[in-house]
């Protein structure tokens, strides 16, 4: 297909240093990383202080759609890492709207969730661990939503017949940023539905 | 556009912050007080602080009006940038002079709590819950702020930028940084409260940084603004 | 590429150590730990920090031990 034959390709980065993206991005995403660790803090000290609360709690989350959405966000990393390589292959590349689809399924079973829990009669101002994880998983799905902005990013850049460099570097960029979004989960879900 | 003008406008950050950080002591806001405190308990600070509340609160009044020669600066530097950027430099020009206000309403608020210590406690709590949640939930703006700052700075396509990338991500960090504090509405206790960890200092502490990252930057950039061939619609105002 | 497996395969064993809603401190630790892991794991390969400069990866491996240590004596230490 000419579309095929008119994209670039570029070097994968095996050989030689790379910072994916740009070096000023990771201030940003480590500093965010930086933020939620302070989060997990809260969350390990209460765990702490009052572990029979918490576990008490922690009964009235639904850990079965945890983990759907903990594997949601996994494959959607792992779609996202084999797109980015197929935009630097040059190659074209369809799992990015799966990534896509598996973001908006997590955002509407996160809803659904919240509902759930909400019915149940728990609300942030239950206690200080409903307090913690609406707070919580309401700004990792704020930061979710950036993420899907991102996705819908990636997805425009692999419609275009040719990536420059610039435009590899932005996806790099996009890519990483939606991997933050996954680990950061992949500490709270333990965190507050786990670790009793 | 004077480069001197702008440098001085520029170094303004550093007053504000010398300013602020003193009115901070001087009156008592560090460590600040809790949300759960009893009227009673609250009467009592202003009663046994007033005059140092009262002078710490005159030299915040003045630090706030420093932040517009340096807000003003940085809408200059973004146009600078470039000219078509002109709607970015608004919108920091918009949220910056609102965090002005941000500054001084409290102030003014607080000023009016320290007035007359002697009277109903439960005045002095209700003037001073209006004070404390216009001082901590007043951060959108500088959410916005932040924000336009940074996609201006990454839009600047100069091989060696006129404000550096970092600062732009840095930028986006201290938006997400400012926002905990809207929470504090639900909270009397905990870090989300008006004194909490994330509603108070970490908020406070990036606000702070904020100001000692970007002044020297911005004076840097300034002394770099001759240098530049300027797009010739460069001199129209916003 | 193994990562993918290899995560879900620690996200269900740490699932499945879960929700028996053991009190026990070791698999608690346990839990967190393999959580650290699949951080390690995802910044590494998804976000090719293994082949980011030194600074950077250090940056990163720093962070995941520091937030590991840190929860870990917290959950260890009651």
Redesign the interface.
């Given at each position: 297909m000419t579309a095929t034959a008119a994209r670039t390709e570029h070097p994968a980065?095996?050989r030689h240093?790379?910072?994916?993206g740009e070096?000023g991005l990771?201030v940003f995403l480590?500093g965010d990383?930086?933020m939620f660790?302070v989060f997990?803090?809260f969350i390990?000290?209460l765990?702490?202080r009052h572990?029979k609360m918490f576990?008490a709690s922690q009964?009235a989350l639904h850990?079965d759609l945890g983990?759907l959405n903990?594997?949601l966000l996994?494959?959607a990393?792992?779609l996202?890492?084999?797109g980015l390589r197929q935009l630097r292959s040059g190659r074209p590349t369809r799992t990015l709207p799966w990534a896509l689809l598996c973001a908006l399924g997590f955002a509407a079973i996160k809803g659904v969730e919240y509902a759930l829990v909400i019915h149940d009669g728990h609300t942030p101002s239950s206690n200080d661990f409903f307090m913690y994880y609406f707070v919580f998983t309401g700004i990792h799905l704020a930061h979710l939503a950036i993420g899907i902005g991102a996705l819908t990013f990636l997805i425009v850049l692999s419609r275009r017949p040719a990536l420059s460099r610039g435009h590899l570097l932005a996806a790099?960029g996009a890519?990483?940023y939606w991997?933050?979004v996954?680990?950061l989960w992949?500490?709270l879900?333990?965190?507050f539905?786990?670790?009793? | 556009m004077s480069r001197r003008i702008l440098t001085v406008c520029a170094s303004f950050g550093y007053v504000f912050i010398a300013l602020f950080f003193a009115a901070l002591l001087i009156a008592h806001w560090i460590p600040p007080m809790a949300p759960s405190w009893s009227a009673e308990r609250v009467a009592a600070f202003y009663t046994d602080h007033a005059n140092s509340i009262r002078a710490g609160l005159v030299v915040m009044l003045v630090g706030a009006v420093t932040t517009a020669p340096f807000v003003a600066a940085l809408s200059s530097l973004i146009r600078r940038i470039d000219s078509r950027l002109a709607p970015l430099a608004a919108t920091q020009l918009v949220c910056g002079a609102a965090n002005v206000a941000a500054i001084f309403v409290p102030v003014l608020i607080f000023t009016a709590t320290a007035y007359r210590p002697d009277r109903s406690p439960d005045i002095t709590m209700a003037l001073n819950d209006t004070a404390w949640i216009t001082l901590v939930m007043n951060a959108f703006p500088a959410v916005g702020q932040a924000i336009a700052v940074g996609v201006a700075i990454l839009a600047d396509k100069r091989p060696t930028p006129l404000l550096p990338r970092w600062a732009a991500y840095l930028n986006f960090w201290m938006a997400f940084l400012f926002l905990p504090s809207i929470l504090l509405t639900f909270f009397k206790t905990g870090p989300f409260a008006w004194n909490g960890i994330l509603s108070f200092w970490v908020a406070a502490g990036a606000f702070g940084a904020w100001f000692l990252v970007m002044t020297p930057l911005m004076v840097r950039a300034a002394s770099r603004v001759d240098d530049d061939r300027a797009p010739a619609d460069l001199e129209t105002a916003v | 590429?193994w990562?993918?497996p290899v995560?879900?395969l620690a996200?269900?064993s740490?699932?499945m150590?879960?929700?028996e809603?053991?009190?026990s401190t070791l698999i608690?630790c346990a839990?967190?730990a393999?959580?650290?892991i699949?951080?390690r794991l995802?910044?590494l390969?998804?976000?090719?920090?293994r082949?980011?400069?030194?600074a950077?990866r250090g940056?990163?491996e720093v962070?995941v031990v520091?937030?590991g240590a840190?929860?870990l004596t917290?959950?260890a230490?009651?």
């Open positions: 980065p095996q240093r790379h910072i994916p070096a990771w480590l990383m930086i660790s997990f803090g390990a000290v765990h702490g572990p576990r009964h850990p983990l903990t594997l996994l494959i990393s792992a996202v890492a084999r790099e890519a990483s991997h933050m996954d680990l992949l500490v879900f333990p965190l539905y786990l670790v009793a | - | 590429m990562v993918f995560l879900v996200t269900l740490s699932w150590l879960g929700i809603g053991s009190t608690g839990v967190v393999i959580a650290l699949k951080v995802v910044g390969h998804f976000m090719e920090l082949n980011a400069p030194a950077l940056a990163f962070y520091a937030t840190t929860l917290l959950y230490i009651p």
